[in-house]
T-cell receptor, first 114, second 115 residues
């Protein structure tokens, strides 16, 4: 069985602070894929990133960066210099190779205070 | 492109009523999915389709039915609404199947309340 744990239910930061959202996963698959989605207050889900289990390189996209560590089964997401527009619920998700199903964590609600 | 569109945005049903949630995508995606998101929880897969005429159950299919007569449309049917089906329903699509081969793109969601 697959499981995704996002231990932080809610986080509040002041604008321009850096913030890291934690994601820990469990899977028996040797090949799997990890995702982050953003759900702003408007409700839609916005795809942010997909990584496969064989690629442990960290990735940076603008103010966003992701740290994938297979040894600790973690796929953490850092926002640098947070902005009010970053306020949203962020979901980490996991899928096995060949699977159509994504297993989502419960999400972390990020509030960026001006 | 409009992407994935869902109607209605909100709906209140009485126990035992039926309704169909509509989902349409204009990206020529072969694969479509229905998820539900309960308060404070992540999304769970209800049904998915790998192409017109082909559907299969996901993690939580009970109480729902789907059909896929065209590539573009993937409606979700609730036959006898129950309070446990109060949730936000998301439709998604991807060009190819398998989470490792393509990204699932989501619609804006339908918020359903059953009283």
């Amino acid at each position: 069985a697959q499981k995704v744990t996002q231990a932080q239910t809610e986080i509040s930061v002041v604008e321009k602070e850096d913030v890291t959202l934690d994601c820990v996963y469990e899977t028996r698959d040797t090949t799997y894929y990890l995702f982050w989605y953003k759900q702003p207050p408007s409700g839609e889900l916005v795809f942010l990133i997909r990584r496969n289990s064989f690629d442990e390189q960290n990735e940076i996209s603008g103010r966003y960066s992701w740290n994938f560590q297979k040894s600790t089964s973690s796929f953490n997401f850092t926002i640098t210099a947070s902005q009010v527009v970053d306020s949203a619920v962020y979901f980490c998700a996991l899928g096995g190779a060949g699977s159509y199903q994504l297993t989502f964590g419960k999400g972390t609600k990020l509030s960026v205070i001006p | 492109n409009a992407g994935v569109t869902q109607t209605p945005k909100f709906r209140i049903l009485k126990i035992g009523q039926s309704m169909t949630l509509q989902c349409t995508q204009d990206m020529n995606h072969n694969y479509m999915y229905w998820y539900r998101q309960d308060p404070g929880m992540g999304l769970k897969l209800i049904y998915y389709s790998v192409g017109a005429g082909i559907t299969d159950k996901g993690e939580v299919p009970n109480g729902y039915n789907v059909s896929r007569s065209t590539t573009e449309d993937f409606p979700l049917r609730l036959e006898l609404a129950a309070p446990s089906q109060t949730s936000v329903y998301f439709c998604a699509s991807s060009y190819s199947g398998g989470v490792g081969t393509d990204t699932q793109y989501f619609g804006p969601g339908t918020r359903l309340t059953v009283l």
